[in-house]
């Protein structure tokens, strides 16, 4: 079973950057889509960007050309690096994998279900 585990979120300015991590273990890259969530305040959680087996990657609207995903496979690590922040990228972001059974959620092709706990993005104007 996959274990997820974010880190790297912070409070930072609007226009500044800022690079989250998931350390995941029980997942095969080539397997797996892997995926960041996020959840603002009083809102429900939205697709950020996922990274299919293949390597493809795929952005909401709202972070397409500010954000990237990428992975480390020695490492087992996904990334997701913000960069322009705006005050409404602030959010809980969620690291996510697919296949799991948890909170099933079908987003860009994929379905995931095996989530980690989350780190805090605070973009402040």
């Known amino acids: 079973e996959a274990q997820l585990e974010e880190s790297g979120g912070d409070l930072v300015q609007v226009g500044g950057s800022l690079r989250v991590s998931c350390a995941a273990s029980?997942?095969?890259?080539?397997?797996?889509?892997m995926g960041w969530f996020r959840q603002a305040p009083g809102k429900g959680r939205e697709g950020v960007a996922i990274?299919?087996?293949?390597?493809?990657?795929s952005y909401a609207d709202s972070v397409k050309g500010r954000f990237t995903i990428s992975q480390d496979n020695p490492k087992n690590t996904l990334y997701l690096q913000m960069n322009m922040l705006k005050p409404e990228d602030t959010a809980m972001y969620y690291c996510a994998a697919d296949r799991g059974p948890y909170d099933r959620t079908w987003y860009r092709g994929c379905t995931f279900g095996f989530w980690g706990q989350g780190t805090r993005v605070t973009v402040s104007s």
């Open positions: 990274i299919h087996s293949d390597g493809s990657t």
């Open positions: 029980g997942v095969t890259w080539s397997n797996y889509c």
